[in-house]
Antibody
């Protein structure tokens, strides 16, 4: 069974740091591009960051650029999100998601984890 | 303010047909495929429609997607109570080099 399991969410003070992990199983992790998507309380989904299968190309949303770092360990089938200089507005459930492409190279997020809650508050 | 614009709410009675719109621009919907995600309470988001009009296996044919120019639509026919939840459109934006989502539409089955 294909699974994504996030962990690492916690309560942290503004300006603090947190590292999220996404453990994967049931598929060839090293072949897939991966993403982090978040949902703030009473808000919609917001894409956060994306890493290609080899880790060679990375994109970030403007809202987290310079503060968050995505990485992966293909040997351990794991995805990570290092979050620094956290702000109150970073409070959200963070989901990791797998991307698949169709024959025309259009992508979609076909598998999602259950999410991990990050609360930034003093 | 989301890059893609959806109505905040939609509703219908069981058996009815409901349509949810998603408006974008030439840098996203205008040149890319659109995906729709269903997010039910206390569950992970799930892809409902990918590549604008394709259904993953297991998604009933009551759900369909379409696109015209810089706008896309999700249609749900034969509305059921279990369809109640939030629906999001999404597309890649070439100008932002980012995936963008709509603000979400909360569907209520009356």
């Amino acid at each position: 069974e294909v699974q994504l399991v996030e962990s690492g969410g916690d309560l942290v003070q503004p300006g603090g740091s947190l590292r999220l992990s996404c453990a994967t199983s049931g598929f060839s992790f090293s072949s897939y591009e991966m993403h982090w998507v978040r949902q703030a309380p009473v808000k919609g989904l917001e894409w956060v960051t994306h890493i290609t299968s080899s880790g060679s190309t990375i994109y970030y949303a403007d809202s987290v650029k310079g503060r968050f770092t995505i990485s992966r360990d293909n040997a351990k089938n794991s995805l990570f999100l290092q979050m620094n200089s956290l702000r109150v507005e970073d409070t959200a459930v963070y989901y990791c998601a797998r991307e698949v492409r169709d024959s025309r190279r259009f992508g979609n997020f076909d598998i999602w984890g259950q999410g991990t809650m990050v609360t930034v508050s003093s | 303010q989301s890059v893609l614009t959806q109505p905040p709410s939609a509703s219908g009675t069981p058996g009815q047909r409901v349509t949810i719109s998603c408006s974008g621009s030439s840098s996203n919907i205008g040149r890319s495929a659109v995906n729709w995600y269903q997010h039910l309470p206390r569950t992970a988001p799930k892809v409902l429609i990918f590549s604008t009009d394709q259904r993953p296996s297991g998604v009933p044919d009551r759900f369909s997607g379409s696109k015209s120019g810089t706008s896309a639509s999700l249609a749900i026919s034969g509305l059921q109570s279990e369809d109640e939840g939030n629906y999001y459109c999404s597309a890649w934006d070439d100008s932002l080099n980012a995936w963008v989502f709509g603000g979400g539409t909360k569907l209520t089955v009356l």
